[in-house]
């Protein structure tokens, strides 16, 4: 199958970082397995990594510093202000920093994803590699998720576990995770791309089917 430009998925990407799970999208989005195209990546920080990422793929770039404006909700109007000039069907967070507000997440509501490095409903919020050992867990992992109000907590798309060994450190941990980000998190941007998959009711559909605890686990690889 052969896509026109017009006719691919466009994305808006935002950063904060390093931008390793952008660059597993633009991978998958160059070997053809994404019928997709990035029209930007949008960083809130000047000196992140994945904005010379983006560069080197030769896609569009924004930075919107927080500096200089007095609320989370100004801040946000003038992120939407640019996103939209991009027309894009999906916005993936890919380590975006910032804690959005209800008016942002509203507004693109169905359509902007996140990944989080746990096995969501547990260790939401930040330090999930040290939380997840200190607890005890067997096994820790990475989820994709769309995105609502509520941090963390919006409906899971696919997950992948990864065992936690023992004498495991954070930082080994961290590295297990990031593989499996970069499994996920392709090919969840990849159903959507394909219109396998939307949101409908807050409830998670592919392929016009609710997707049950069972499918959300990782089985296959973009």
């Known amino acids: 199958m052969t896509d026109s430009a017009e006719t691919l998925c466009k994305v808006v990407v935002l950063i904060s970082g390093s931008g390793s799970n952008l660059q597993a999208i633009i991978d998958n989005i160059n070997n053809k397995t994404i019928p997709a195209k990035i029209a930007a990546v949008v960083s809130d920080q000047a000196e992140a990594y994945g904005l010379t ?28 202000n640019i996103i939209d000039q991009y027309q894009p069907d999906l916005i993936v967070l890919a380590g975006f920093m910032r804690i959005l507000s209800d008016h942002f997440v509203a507004h693109y509501m169905g359509r902007m994803m996140n990944i989080h490095p746990s096995l969501l409903p547990k260790f939401k919020g930040l330090n999930t590699h040290q939380r997840a050992i200190d607890a005890g867990e067997k096994e820790h992992g990475a989820t994709v998720h769309f995105v609502i109000p509520e941090l963390d907590s919006g409906p899971i798309i696919i997950q992948a576990p990864v065992p936690i060994e023992k004498n495991e450190t954070p930082d080994s941990l961290a590295q297990k995770v990031h593989g499996v980000e970069h499994q996920i998190y392709p090919l969840a941007v990849k159903w959507y791309a394909e219109k396998r998959l939307g949101l409908n009711n807050n409830i998670v559909e592919l392929d016009n089917q609710p997707i049950t605890d069972a499918d959300r686990i990782l089985s296959d690889t973009p």
């Open 53 to 80: 990422r983006a560069r080197n793929a030769n896609i569009a770039t924004e930075v919107l510093a927080y500096k200089g404006f007095s609320s989370r909700e100004d801040y946000d109007q003038a992120l939407i």
